[in-house]
């Protein structure tokens, strides 16, 4: 009997913080927004779950670092965006994790901003991409999105743009007419 007592304590220590590792989520709200901003990250799977419920620009989006993929639900518009992630413009987990702890939170260099043009493709089948994607994204129509090489001028209305913005370090443009709106 005690070994089974000490066997389940040893379990509860190292487990214990492994878990607490797995599951960060804060909410906050963001500097000249009306709402606020709630961040859940499962670093189990390499899934940062993002919620901007600001009145004037909501927004849903899916960070999956496993499979380097960024999805947007963009409420105005009824529509979802599909990405490849550029791993090295964007924060890495570690990064969110610290600054969901608050250390550091200013640390951070300026926000970076990268600009991504959706594409007339729509995607057929969302299951591959995961089943987060899928579920988000189920009930809208998704489309592909091209992130724009930095310094190449749009030819883009700037006003067909929308604005995201991922804590204080990193603002996405989703630019470009979605097809069928």
Known sequence: MKHLIVSSLLVMFFLTPSLALMNISDSHPLDGSVGTQSIHVNAFRGMVYIRDNNVLSEWYGVLDYKNALLVAKLYSKMACVLAKMDQ???PTLDDIKKALDHQALKHYPPTRGLTYTVLTSRVKNLAQYGMAIKDMC?????YF?????EGTALAINPDSCF???LLSFMGLSIC???PGL
């Open 88 to 90: 090295v413009a964007f």
């Open 163 to 165: 604005e995201v913005q």
């Open 176 to 178: 470009g007419e979605i």
């Open 138 to 142: 189920r009930e809208v129509p998704t």
């Open 145 to 149: 999105a091209q992130q724009q090489k």
